[in-house]
Nanobody, 116 residues
Framework: QVQLVESGGGLVQAGGSLRLSCAAS????????MAWYRQAPGKQREFVAR???????NYADSVKGRFTISRDNAKNTMYLQMNSLKPEDTAVYYC??????????WGQGTQVTVSS
């Protein structure tokens, strides 16, 4: 059974930092690309960042230079370091494991709230 468990969300003031974690089980973590998405109230879920099995990364323009995605294959865990947070970063952040183009798994999400 695949499980993706996000943690690290919370309330932070604008300009602050948070580090999200996504712990994976039930998949061969090192073989899979992983990604972070987010969904703000009343908006569609949107891409935030992605890291391939080989460690290559890409980011949404809105977070480039402020967020850093990483992975630790020994711990089956992915991270999202978020710096210089803005109120518009407020959303539920979701972890995604990309097994194939047609098969992926999602975590339950963790709330990030940035106050102005």
């Amino acid at each position: 059974q695949v499980q993706l468990v996000e943690s690290g969300g919370g309330l932070v003031q604008a300009g602050g930092s948070l580090r999200l974690s996504c712990a994976a089980s039930g998949i061969i973590f090192r073989n899979n690309a992983m990604a972070w998405y987010r969904q703000a109230p009343g908006k569609q879920r949107e891409f935030v960042a992605r890291v391939t099995s080989g460690g290559s990364t890409n980011y949404a323009d809105s977070v480039k230079g402020r967020f850093t995605i990483s992975r630790d294959n020994a711990k089956n865990t992915m991270y999202l370091q978020m710096n210089s947070l803005k109120p518009e970063d407020t959303a539920v952040y979701y972890c995604k494991a990309i097994v194939t183009m047609l098969k992926s798994y999602w975590g339950q999400g963790t709330q990030v709230t940035v106050s102005s």
